[in-house]
């Protein structure tokens, strides 16, 4: 697959580390955002731990078309040395939950024993991130007195929840996949065969990572963070649905684009998240049907009624490659780009707050436009900003606090796939306009 991958730092060459720090305060630092080096980072790597996932197609010697599948628990898999080790870490983690019960009584919001379960794991990070993450990113050498260490057990604290808001969601996913980006591009993981480290990083990270956060939404009684409530994909995830899809996606070869429509041959049908026995077969080999099963957890009701956005997705006829290619999009556009997801990243020297040389800033567009402004801070829902002011240039960054020209309707971004359907209240989602995607920095 001809995919760009990230950065892999020379280790023979110091670096100058920096503790991750806040640099999203308000609408404008969105659109900046969208110029960094970090956000050309996230895509590229989200593409190409994406790129991993479909199906390889391969020759046997009958010279019979045959595929290989990648799904979780699969046999097939071998984890390298750094992939074991860091689910080891996550293991460890997901015990801390046995010593901190939840209090008792019923709760409208989020058990406070959240709080008690984050200081704990805030105390032993140090010498997790020491028994766990390879010698090699522990040495290396550094230019100041912050450490590799210090940039990775920022990320890996955000990953699980807020303590002060007890609540999860789609920001502190980002967090764990900034993590596991870090260590990349420290050379923790191998490289040397293509797609092959990044599929041990999927199956073999992100799936117990979704199975600890997910008995933390449980457990504490988590409440969304940056939700879209009803219209939204999903309460607490995001990226099961990008690779999860990609799992359902045609074979494809070494040297392959990644194809935008076509499924495998034997896979469930979109259609077939609202057959429960269908997602409880499913659920347990593929993140798409795996967050599906998730909702049907905590959530009650017709499917259609709780997940108007994931019922429209199940409607496409295009197949599943189609389906990954939306989610992709919808990434960029209900993730990276929206003020209450993003705004608590951090950022130190491996995701930069540095300008991508090669990037467009992005256009002014609808989906765009539901940021807070400069009098609005980060407590409060995300709104339009009201201000007119200078339109975008390609070449730079406004500075932060810059007012916007921009429309102010609050329109929620539509699903790619959803434009022109019209199907009872799905049809808010489809008069919206389909998002584009900013240039990722990548070919």
């Not at 009201?386 to 606090?401: D, H």
Request: proline residues 8%; contains cysteine; charged residues 20%.
């Amino acid at each position: 697959m001809s995919m760009s991958a990230i950065e892999v730092y020379e280790a023979s060459s110091p670096r100058t580390f920096i503790t991750p720090v806040k640099r999203i305060h308000e609408g404008q630092d969105v659109f900046n955002f969208l110029t960094t080096m970090a956000y050309r980072d996230i895509m590229t790597f989200v593409m190409q731990l994406n790129a991993s996932m479909f199906p390889c197609a391969t020759h046997s010697e009958s010279k019979q078309n045959v595929s290989q599948i990648w799904e979780i628990g699969s046999s097939d898999i071998v984890f390298s040395g750094t992939v074991l080790q860091l689910k080891n870490l996550l293991r460890e983690l997901d015990q801390v939950i046995d010593e901190v019960p939840p209090d008792p009584g019923p709760r409208r919001f989020g058990n406070a024993s959240f709080r008690k379960w984050c200081q704990t794991v805030e105390s032993r990070v140090p010498s997790l991130l020491e028994n766990h993450i390879p010698k090699s990113i522990q040495s290396f050498q550094q230019e100041s007195n912050v450490t590799a260490l210090d940039e990775l057990k920022a990320y890996l604290l955000g990953s699980f929840g807020s303590s002060q808001r007890l609540d999860y969601g789609t920001g502190h996913e980002l967090s764990f996949l900034a993590f596991l980006g870090c260590i990349w591009k420290l050379g923790g993981f191998e490289t040397s065969q293509s797609c092959l480290e990044e599929r041990g990083i999927v199956l073999g990270l992100l799936d117990p990572y979704l199975s600890l956060v997910r008995r933390l939404i449980k457990t504490y009684t988590l409440e969304p963070a940056g939700s879209h409530g009803v219209w939204g994909l999903d309460d607490h995830s995001f990226l099961p649905y990008i690779f999860g899809s990609a799992q359902y996606g045609p074979p494809i070869t070494s040297n392959q684009q990644i194809p935008t429509e076509g499924s495998r041959a034997n896979s469930p049908d979109p259609g077939d998240v609202v057959k429960a026995n269908v997602v409880e077969k499913e659920r347990n080999k593929n993140f798409y049907f795996g967050a599906v099963g998730f909702i049907y957890d905590v959530k009650k009701g017709p499917f259609w009624e709780h997940s108007p956005t994931l019922y429209d997705i199940s409607g496409v006829r295009a197949g599943w490659a189609k389906i990954n290619k939306g989610m992709i999009k919808m990434y960029n556009a209900e993730v990276l780009s929206k003020f209450p997801v993003v705004q608590h990243f951090p950022f130190g020297s491996m995701f930069s707050w540095d300008r991508d040389p090669d990037a467009i800033a992005p256009s002014p567009s609808t989906h765009m436009s539901n940021q807070p402004g400069r009098t609005q801070r980060t407590t409060e829902s995300a709104g339009a900003a009201s201000s007119r002011g200078p339109s975008f240039r390609s070449n730079e960054i406004l500075p932060s606090g810059t007012p916007l020209n921009l429309p102010n309707p609050m329109v929620g971004t539509a699903a790619p796939w959803a434009i022109g359907k019209q199907s009872g209240m799905s049809s808010a989602i489809a008069k919206a306009q389909s998002p584009t995607l900013p240039k990722p920095g990548f070919r």
